[in-house]
Nanobody, 125 residues
Framework: QVQLVESGGGLVQAGGSLKLSCAAS????????MGWFRQAPGKEREFVAQ????????YYADSVKGRFIISRDNAKNTVYLQMNSLEPEDTADYYC??????????????????WGKGTLVTVSS
């Protein structure tokens, strides 16, 4: 079992930045590829970014590429999402996810072994 706890969400103006953190406990953190998903009101949950278990490989949704950066610190059992140049369209609940295996280029919901409970990011215009 892996427990994931997100933090760092909040209210920010458009153009601003936020850094989300996801602290993991339980099984060996470095066994898992880690990702971030988001769900806006009335919309389906969507993939945002992922990082391999080693941290050497990352992949981003087109909508955040060049603005968001995912990173991890295996010594601290934590994955981060640095969000820059935020837009109102980035407003959503952001979820941390752990997947032992990723079956396509981007994580899919079917790959996820564990989910966090989410942290809300609100970007005002």
């Amino acid at each position: 079992q892996v427990q994931l706890v997100e933090s760092g969400g909040g209210l920010v103006q458009a153009g601003g930045s936020l850094k989300l953190s996801c602290a993991a406990s339980g099984r060996t953190f470095s066994d898992y590829n880690m990702g971030w998903f988001r769900q806006a009101p009335g919309k389906e949950r969507e993939f945002v970014a992922q990082i391999s278990w080693s941290g050497h490989s990352t992949y981003y949704a087109d909508s955040v590429k060049g603005r968001f950066i995912i990173s991890r610190d295996n010594a601290k059992n934590t994955v981060y999402l640095q969000m820059n140049s935020l837009e109102p369209e980035d407003t959503a609940d952001y979820y941390c996810a752990a997947a032992r295996d990723v079956t396509a280029q981007a994580m899919g919901a079917g790959d996820i072994d564990y989910w966090g409970k989410g942290t809300l990011v609100t970007v005002s215009s």
